[in-house]
């Protein structure tokens, strides 16, 4: 479900795919090809030597996110995705209104998604 889920993110043309903690923050644009070796998932766009390296067995759950945007009365739209000892995102991907309504609708309409932990990636 998690490589499924990054996959459909991953082809969603400028999607920013933002990692940040405390005192860094780094950002990559879409569309990003998504491969899983090790039980990692590296997300790469084609032609930048940047990527992401995602470690899934830590991953518990995705959540579908609207939040205030930049402007008043704006909304963001992303898709979080939470470390199995975290109460903060590990990978925030942003996403247009439509993309993220297509994506949602994609997985069921499920705001929040459970990896199915110490089964392997899917």
Partial sequence: MILDLLRALGGVREANFVVRNADALSELLGPLRVTEDGGWATLEREGCPCHIHLRLEQMAEARFVQE??????TKAYCVQFFHANGDRPVLMIYLSEPAYQEVLGRFGGQE??????GAGPT
Avoid: K, V
């Fill in 68 to 73: 205030p945007g930049f402007s008043p009365e």
């Fill in 112 to 117: 929040r998604i459970a990896f199915n932990r």
